[in-house]
């Protein structure tokens, strides 16, 4: 019925027909694309790409046996040590502060939910991918000093449309979903510390080239940040040579310029990155910077400096792009880059044509007991578009599928459910959806919360829980606000430059905030100091019945109070000096009272009275 | 007392039985419920066992074979041959075989060596000295490839016992064994600078190999790493593979330079890099070199292309002498090695990068070199009197290789001691400390393969000792390091009492006073017996 799935893979190429080169080639590239957002930001997204060839990884990628790698050059060792040792064939992770808004701002060269997310396809001769993965999410936040090791069977699931190999495979292999893994923590933090590894693993580190702009507080305090590392087996599109290995460090920055200057768009790399390009790696073999200029390529509203070494123009109608290019390597050469864009006037807020399919998600119900997530997508183009929806839920929001409802009728069928088991795995939930053009569809997941144990909540549990991004996944008509659609493209420059014809695009949604019942946490503690009060308040009048009994006694001679304790006190020094002999207890004189009620009463009153005696021989000793 | 009678009259037969009742459930089945389900966990640890072990020193025994038709040669080797705290000798000794006599008269020393120790068939561990038949032009000590020593007839038997000697054990090593007993003062002084250069004593090493280019706008760096590694290094690694798993990477390092000063010298008309700068080069790529995946002790063997500002460089010693393979060693990390290529004067008409190739042979000679005092490998010094035999392609000799095995042998069995005794100390020191019956099977393990180690040494089965040393020293490691054992180590005290006090207090005390009425009774009714009798 829904023949696109295999859209999403692309299995290309015959592996058959790879002629062997015992060349090895080791190449780095970076690039840089700016866009001017409409609704007043600017995006920006660096791209460092390093491929890399030898026999060894051409026959590791085409036999799908685990890469062995010995003699790094310019891949980074640490990243590559990590990916033979754990079996990784394709490895995608992306850190991400804030969320990308693709009903404002479009669609991004590449997608990521808020938080962490890592996704791997494991090699074939895995032998227990559970526990590789395991071991793999902790090397990882070693690695990039992320929390990833936070990734358990409860938040790891392996879709079975949405996360197909990005890289060469066979069918067998991408359908297979067996071999993937995928997580997302969507509580992540990301900041400095997860920039500067990421940063070791270039080539050129942060001390030339387009990574010389990555200074953490302007990147920091942009709208949208994220980080990401793709690593995946790949082939050169123009020619059929050999598979190599190709590994993307991408960072994507949303800026919001007209806040500091004064409503106007004016950009320039000195203003966005608190620094101007002064430098060039030299170990890349090309350095772009790629200015979108694709709404206004006449300079109408906007003029750039310097002027663009030259200017790229692809496509029609949907698919034309145009983008000023600035050949860092020449640029440099003389003096700083400083790319600066100004603006004829202030920037005026409009209303920004929505791009073909965007999607919001909220929680519904009220209360504590439960709820629902709603989902809304709206297809605002002409043809109807089939997307696949993924939901990961975790197990403590107990879905109820049979009441899972649709506000319209539209044709939707579950292609994959995994149910929650509770502390094992979270639930699964994938369904293709058929949207009708320019229309939109709403469905709801109910659910009820459940009750966790005291040591399951997190620190601040009353902050509510996260509920990861959904996913969604669709191949568009057109390109329309497409920044990519060629999957198999490696540089920038390839990528941007778009087909026409279907598109893939990946959304992702919201993170969510359900807050669960909440106990109070010193309860325990209470309950145990409590529960023991009681039991020896109840256990010491029991024993006294038990084990004495009251009896009537004739009373003697009035005295008074302190005579009384005189007596008493004598008697338990006498006791003190013999040191042996009978017992000097003090009888206890009692009035006769024959009635039941008054025994404790009385009880109680010697009971005092051999407190306080005792008291007053404290007192005398301290005497 | 009258009154005492008044009120001991009263507590009846119930009242006593019920404060018996009260007791016994409290001291039955009460304390012995809550002393289970507080009990902290611990499996059955071989102490005595362990103790045993420990008091027992084993010692390697060394089979030498002399091959002589001096039938007093046994005796006089017996003389010289002197055990030592760690080694053993136990000579036997036979006469020539004529098959054996005619291939001696071969004079190739290479082809006569793998002939004759074919024939000899000296096993592992074993040492052989053949005295030969006839006086020839050879050396007065030849020694082999193999386990062999080929010794002229009139040679002293001192002198051949010396080299065996030294053969069999490198007395830095014993310095090592001892330096574990020592406290901690008393061991810089007494550790020569061999022991401390020379790796952890570990089942496997990472080594990698870092190229590191400052500028590589100026200078781009060719060496052939695959070939070199797969030539020189991999015979050599394949030797000890039993021994020590060794595993080698390269990598290059671009834009990183070393944290080093140097000062133009006009004499040498080169940049100096004294001596005492060396120590502070290394960490400024530290952040570069470490594994996120293995564990195990890394060796680094950095090979550094100066910047173009500070080419020629070189190292000087203390002296102000050029050093003459212009790399350092750093005790138990690896090397540095200062790798010079000629950089020409910028020029407008030469393209930039300047392509150079790094001298693979030069720097593999050292990797090698070095590797053997890290590891280390016993080596000895040619004389007039001693020749011997060069290695085939950079491979051990096989008297070397055992001697590597036997010095981690016992470094193993030390190692094993030490960590086993330290752990039952901590877990006799230590009542809160769990031991799971995984960490309770590996040590158990541990001291199995430990007394199985110690049997092989002793009786000379170098191989078996080796391979029970490392797998009792990998699992009394992973028993010691084990996350369980520090589960409940900071359960505090005080949140015992906090949580015991309100129930025990007010129930125990009652309970306790009770006994006194129980015991006053008690008395009573035997004296009433007695009475009554």
């Given at each position: 019925m829904f023949v696109y799935c295999s859209l999403v893979v692309f299995v290309g190429f015959a592996l058959s027909c790879v002629a062997s080169e015992s060349k090895e080639f080791n190449t780095f590239t970076e690039e840089l694309l700016i866009r001017p957002l409409g609704s007043g930001h600017v995006y920006s997204h660096f791209q460092f790409m390093t491929s890399w060839y030898n026999p060894g990884i051409e026959e590791s990628v085409s036999d799908y046996k685990d890469y062995k790698f010995d003699h790094y050059d310019l891949f980074p060792r640490a990243l590559g040590e990590i990916v033979e040792q754990y079996h990784v064939r394709e490895l995608h992770l992306s850190l991400t502060q804030g969320l990308w808004r693709h009903r404002k701002w479009g669609y991004p060269v590449s997608s990521a939910p808020p938080g962490a997310q890592l996704w791997v396809w494991f090699s074939p001769t895995t032998h227990d991918i559970d526990q590789t993965w395991r071991d793999l999410v902790n090397a990882l936040s070693g690695l990039f000093c992320a929390s990833l090791n936070f990734i358990d069977s409860t938040n790891t699931i392996s879709p079975e449309l949405s996360y197909r190999p990005q890289g060469i495979a066979e069918e067998w292999y991408a359908k297979n979903s067996s071999f993937l893994r995928y997580a997302a923590l969507p509580r992540e933090n990301v900041c400095t510390e997860n920039l500067t590894p990421w940063k070791k693993l270039l080539p050129c580190d942060t001390k030339r080239g387009l990574s010389t702009l990555l200074y953490p507080a302007p990147l920091y305090s942009a709208n949208y940040h994220s980080l990401a590392i793709h690593l995946r087996p790949n082939i050169k599109v123009s020619t059929s040579s050999s598979p190599y290995l190709e590994l993307v460090q991408s960072l994507s920055v949303v800026h919001d310029p007209t806040m500091t200057m004064n409503g106007h768009l004016d950009w320039s790399l000195r203003h966005l990155y608190s620094s101007g390009l002064f430098s060039v790696c030299p170990l890349a073999s090309s350095s772009y910077i790629y200015v979108d200029i694709s709404g206004d390529k006449q300079f109408g509203s906007f003029s750039i400096e310097p002027e663009p070494d030259t200017i790229l123009e692809t496509g029609e109608g949907h698919s034309h792009r145009a983008f000023a290019v600035y050949d860092v390597k020449k640029g440099v050469e003389l003096e700083a880059l400083n790319v600066h864009a100004r603006y004829k006037g202030k920037h005026v807020y409009g209303h920004i044509p929505a791009p073909t399919l965007h999607i919001t998600r909220f929680i519904t119900g009220y209360g504590q007991e439960g709820g629902s997530i709603t989902i809304k997508i709206t297809n605002a183009g002409s043809e109807p578009v089939s997307a696949v929806y993924l939901e990961m839920v975790p197990w403590y929001l107990r879905l109820f599928l049979h009441t899972s409802h649709t506000k319209h009728q539209h044709a939707s069928y579950v292609s994959k459910l995994v149910t929650a088991r509770d502390r094992e795995r979270g639930w699964l939930y994938e369904s293709v959806v058929e949207v009708p053009a320019s229309s939109t569809i709403e469905f709801g997941l109910q659910f009820s919360r459940a009750l966790l144990k005291w040591l399951e909540y997190p620190p601040d549990a009353n902050h509510g829980f996260y509920v990861p991004s959904a996913t969604v996944s669709a191949v568009l008509p057109n390109p329309r606000n497409v920044s990519s659609n060629n999957l198999q493209a490696a540089s920038l420059k390839e990528k941007l430059t778009v087909g026409t014809g279907p598109s893939f695009v990946r959304i992702h949604t919201e993170t969510l905030l359900v807050s669960l019942p909440t106990p109070d946490f010193s309860m325990p503690y209470n309950v145990i100091c409590l529960a023991c009060t009681v039991v020896a308040l109840a256990f010491g009048p029991i024993h006294n019945i038990t084990t004495k009994r009251l009896t009537l006694k004739k009373l003697g001679e009035q005295k008074s109070y302190i005579e009384k304790l005189k007596g008493k006190l004598s008697c338990l020094f006498r006791k003190k000096d013999k040191e042996e002999g009978e017992e000097g207890k003090e009888p206890v004189i009692v009035e006769e009272n024959p009635l039941y009620e008054d025994r404790e009463e009385l009880e109680d009153i010697q009971e005092e009275e051999e407190g306080s005696s005792d008291e007053e021989e404290e007192k005398k000793k301290d005497r | 007392m009258s009154s005492t009678e008044n009120v001991k009259k009263p507590v009846g037969h119930e009242g006593v039985w019920a404060a018996c009742g009260f007791a016994l459930v409290l001291l039955v089945i009460g304390l012995p419920i809550w002393w289970q389900t507080t009990m902290v966990y611990r499996a059955v640890l071989p102490y005595a066992y362990i103790d045993e072990l420990a008091s027992h020193k084993a010692r390697h025994r060394i089979h030498v074979k002399l091959i002589t038709q001096d039938k007093n040669g046994i005796n006089r080797l017996e003389k010289y041959l002197k055990d030592n705290e760690v080694i053993k000798y136990s000579v036997s000794s036979r006469l020539p075989t004529p098959e054996e006599i005619n291939t001696s008269k071969i004079s190739n020393y290479h082809e006569l060596d793998s002939k004759l120790s074919r024939l000899l068939h000296i096993h592992d561990g074993a040492l052989g000295v053949f005295v030969m038949p006839l006086t020839s032009d050879m050396p007065a000590v030849l020694l082999g490839n193999h386990r062999t020593v080929y010794v002229q007839p009139n040679i002293s038997m001192e002198k051949v016992a010396k080299i065996l000697e030294s053969m069999a054990w490198d007395s830095s090593i014993t310095d090592k064994v001892k330096s574990k007993l020592v406290s901690v003062d008393e061991r810089k002084k007494q550790i020569g600078p061999g022991v401390r250069r020379q790796v952890p004593t570990e089942p496997g090493y990472d080594l990698t190999l870092t190229l590191m280019v400052p500028e590589p706008h100026f200078v781009k760096a060719k060496w052939e790493i695959r070939s070199a590694v797969e030539e020189y290094l991999n015979p050599m690694l394949d030797q000890i593979r039993n021994v020590a798993d060794i595993t080698v990477r390269s990598q290059v390092l671009y834009v990183t330079s070393l944290n080093i000063a140097p000062q133009w010298s006009d004499s040498h008309k080169h940049y100096k890099l004294p001596?005492?700068?060396?120590?502070?080069?290394?960490n400024s790529i530290e952040s570069k070199l470490g594994s996120f995946v293995s564990t195990r002790p890394s060796l680094h063997f950095v090979v550094y292309i100066p910047s173009s500002g500070q080419s020629p460089l070189h190292i000087h010693t203390q002296k102000g002498e050029v050093l003459q393979t212009n790399s350092f060693l750093v005790p138990r990390w690896g090397s540095v090695m200062i790798h010079n290529v000629d950089i020409p004067p910028y020029n407008e008409s030469v393209p930039l990068p300047i392509e150079v190739s790094v001298n693979t042979y030069d720097v593999m000679n050292l990797v090698v070199s070095q590797l053997h005092k890290l590891l280390p490998i016993p080596l000895l010094e040619s004389d007039k009197d001693l020749k011997i035999l060069e290695p085939v392609d950079s491979r051990l000799a096989g008297w070397q290789l055992d001697a590597l095995a036997r010095a981690r042998v016992s470094t193993y069995l030390t190692n094993t001691r030490i960590t086993l005794q330290s752990l039952c100390e901590l877990v006799g020191e230590i009542s809160n400390m769990v031991i799971s019956d995984e960490v309770g099977g590996w040590v158990w393990g541990a001291v199995e393969e430990w007394g199985a180690c110690q049997t092989a040494a002793t009786e000379g089965r170098l191989l078996e000792a080796s391979q029970y040393c490392t797998e009792a020293f990998a699992r009394v490691d992973k028993a010691f390091f084990h996350p369980s054992m520090l589960a409940l180590l900071y359960f505090p005290d005080n949140q015992k009492y906090a949580i015991y006090v309100p129930l025990f207090l007010p129930v125990s005390i009652p309970v306790i006073l009770s006994l006194r009425t129980i015991f006053a009774w008690v008395k009573a009714f035997l004296s009433r017996k007695e009475k009554k009798d």
């Open positions: - | 001596e005492e700068q060396l120590p502070l080069t290394i």
